[in-house]
RNA sequence: GGUCGCGUAGCUCAGUUGGAUAGAGCAGCAGCCUUCUAAGCUGCGGGUCACAGGUUCGACUCCUGUCGCGAUCACCA
């Protein structure tokens, strides 16, 4: 609830202890935004009342609503539908209201609870193939959460579990060792990651080959997949690795390296970055200490062979292998291990992994474990969980070719927003490098917001063939209303318009500008709201609920010759004010604003 | 089979702790640039909120069941 709805919540609790006599608790007031088709700001449900007055909805609501009007001098009018009380603020409370967030130039953040000190989890790749599209929403989320946490007064550090070791990148290397004639990404010219991709599709394709022949030759496929020789040759390799074998761990450095220099790429296209990146060959023999220790406190319990599990039947899940019978780790071994691990280094008070939903279970798993350990923290894992990116025939398959690639979907942008911006003659009188920062924060910007408007919790839909759009509700639409602003803060300082910077809080405005502040007035919720459920939709979709509005009050009146010069400040201001909004709110959501497009 | 999630306009998505006649964009059609950026604005058409029950003053929202889609239930990661 915003500040001007608990406002009226406590001024609805007063009126009624004062008209029948009861105290009914504000929070329970229900208080809403008034419906466009209305007349007023905000609306108040009269049904919870009815018992308390014993009279009917529209006399209850005339009788809270001249109240309110008469005892509150910021209540300036109210109108009973029905069951539903619209109330209208007074203009000069929204004229001040306005000053408010004009003076104020951290409008947007708060303090969300109790501040604390959050590491956000993101991004973790596998080193043996470029990003994806999966990787771009995984990594934008990561990054928004964090600025919302960053916003709402906590302290976040941002890491990456980069996913280093393991079959997967011996496969590429042993591709490479094999049909890599030295290849190398300065000699081919090509990126680093989709160099070491290609081996590991190479590799891929020889696998199924061998496995055909295997079967063609009668030997079950079951079998055959794991018996092909050159998967038998990849397990050698991570055998040697495992070993420290010199030659092994020479090759998989460079090749990492390679990967990593990729990467370094497309992250800083994305506009992401990290303060803490983790290696899996660092952290992949943690937390077997914590196993052995859990074994003694009875929280887990050994097989007759071996292996380490616990029951968590109790709970409605499941029985989990933690170790293997020949005491090797599993995936979540490593987990417990690198948990502990953080919490040991830094003073942090929760971790957010950013992960698809497909490890729900994973993430459940890990919170319950660390609990049952007695670590505290346990319950402070949280599994930021968001739906799979899918192409509209269904999951995208590295297997079937059809992944998006990240670079290359960026590089689509980035060429549409430059083929569409000299289409438009948007550029014209630019300079070159002017031209390219912009059409590029228009590109990603149409990217990112197509990407972060939808509630992370869902899979999404995105369509190869159909490019993004630039118009509409898109991350170009809230960039342009921010320019078209930007371009009148410019022409109001080129004609020295009043710059006194002072509202005069007796002018008359019209409902549009009266619903636009009332507008600029949620922001600070939303943000609170998008942080504490970790959610940048909203923020997304509230920019451009926002720019909608402003777009139309932008085409309706005019704002440099408006009709007084107390006018023309005002909606100076209020276009101001608004531009920083849509500023912030897109800085939050990891987008950039262009002042000119 | 167990568990979890999803199902809203032709398509992509919103829809607050249950509230008024379920909203946007795209696509389609029709308008608006001698006036602050037309990547904009205005209008029209488009819905069995998967289905069936229940809870109540009121259900897209909560509960139960059914159907459909997906994920997961590995000594994989």
Known sequence: MTHIEQFLAKATTQAIASLYGIQFPSEQVQVQQTRKEFNGDLTLVVFPFLKISGKKPEDTGNEIGNYLVSNFPELAAF???????????????????????????AYGTSISGTPRYVMVEYSSPNTNKPLHLGHIRNNLLGFSVSRLL???????????LVNDRGIHICKSMLAWKKWGDGRTPESSGEKGDHLVGDFY????????KQIEELVAGGMPREEAENKAPVLLE??????????????????????????????????????????????????YLLGKQLIAEGLEKGVFFRKPDNSVWIDLTAEGLDQKALLRSDGTSVYITQDIGTAHQRFVEYPIDEIIYVVGNEQNYHFQVLSLIMQKLGFSWGKNLHHLSYGMVELPEGKMKSREGTVVDADDLIAEMVETARLMSLELGKLDGFSEEDSKRIYRAVGLGALKYFILKVDPRKNMTFDPKESIDFNGNTGPFIQYTFARINSLRNKSAEQTISSSQSLNLSIEMNDKENDLIRNLCQFPEVVKEAAETFNPSLVANYIYDLSKEYNQFYHEYSILKAETPDLVNFRLILSECTGRVISFGMYLLGIEVPERM
Do not use: P
């Open 150 to 160: 960053e916003a709402t007064g906590h302290r976040v550090v941002k890491s990456n």
């Open 79 to 105: 109108e009973v539908i029905k069951g539903f009380v619209n109330v209208r603020f007074s203009r000069k409370f929204w004229m001040e209201m306005l000053h408010q967030i004009f003076s104020d130039v």
């Open 201 to 208: 599709v190479m590799f891929d394709k020889e696998y199924k």
């Open 234 to 283: 990849a397990q050698e390799m991570l055998r040697k690795w495992e070993a420290r074998d010199e030659e092994t761990l020479s090759l998989w450095k460079i090749m990492n390296q390679w990967v990593y220099n990729g990467f370094d790429v497309t992250y800083k296209e994305l506009g992401v970055n990290f303060d803490k990146i983790y290696h899996e060959s660092e952290t």
